[in-house]
């Protein structure tokens, strides 16, 4: 576990779990506690923080792409996979986990 740290690829594995939880806590959590129990502050907090993890995750596909000189198809598919629900642990099994074994 500490290894993934040490690598530009196992950092960004580890963005992109922090996104897509945060993703699945908004809509599976959050949204229905705002709109069926008319509680909006989870939302807000959670919202914030995703807001951020997403700026940061959709930055360093933007780095890797540049740094790691992926193809359009990796860079698009990392782009999609952050706005779809589950798509960054899709992402994560299919794309960064096998560059992260790679390099």
Avoid at 8 to 36: C, D, H, N, W
Avoid at 88 to 103: E, G
């Amino acid at each position: 576990m500490k290894d993934l740290f040490k690598t530009q690829i196992g950092r960004f594995r580890m963005l992109a779990f922090t996104e897509g939880v945060s993703f699945l806590v908004i809509l599976f959590i959050t949204m229905p506690l705002k709109y069926a129990f008319s509680m909006p502050m989870p939302n807000k907090v959670f919202g914030l923080a995703h807001g951020l993890l997403f700026v940061m995750y959709v930055f360093a596909v933007i780095q890797l792409k540049i740094v790691q000189r992926w193809s359009f198809k990796t860079f698009f598919l990392a782009l999609i996979a952050s706005i779809i629900p589950f798509g960054t642990f899709w992402a994560d099994a299919k794309l960064f986990k096998p560059m992260s074994v790679t390099k």
